[in-house]
């Protein structure tokens, strides 16, 4: 099992800056691939970057490319997402995901491939 508890979201004006952290526990957080998702109201859970388990590879979403950056500490069992410029658009309840893989390299995209989710941390961003 891995325990995944997000904080950092809140409110913050159009171009402003917020840094998620997820803190791990439990099973060894290094086993996982990780990812960031959002929800807005009304819409599906997407989502937003994914790292894999060395932290040497990543992936972001059109809408959040050069914006966003995520990077996780192994060491410290925490990931974190960097996010820079944000947009009324990105407005939306933030989730940490972790997937289990044998892979170093793998990346998860879908919401089912991942298997441990936390509480979710609201960001709102005010125009």
């Known amino acids: 099992q891995v325990q995944l508890v997000e904080s950092g979201g809140g409110l913050v004006q159009s171009g402003g800056s917020l840094r998620l952290s997820c803190a791990a526990s439990g099973r060894t957080f290094s086993t996982c691939a990780t990812g960031w998702f959002r929800q807005a109201p009304g819409k599906e859970r997407e989502l937003v970057a994914s790292?894999?388990?060395?932290?040497?590879?990543?992936y972001y979403a059109d809408s959040v490319k050069g914006r966003f950056t995520i990077s996780r500490d192994n060491a410290e069992n925490t990931g974190y997402l960097q996010m820079n410029s944000l947009k009324p658009d990105d407005t939306a309840v933030y989730y940490c995901?972790?997937?289990?893989?044998?892979?170093?390299?793998?990346?998860?995209?879908?919401?089912?491939?991942?298997?441990?989710w936390g509480q979710g941390t609201q960001v709102t961003v005010s125009s």
């Open positions: 995901a972790a997937a289990l893989t044998t892979s170093f390299g793998a990346h998860k995209s879908a919401v089912w491939q991942y298997d441990y």
């Open positions: 790292i894999n388990r060395v932290g040497d590879s990543t």
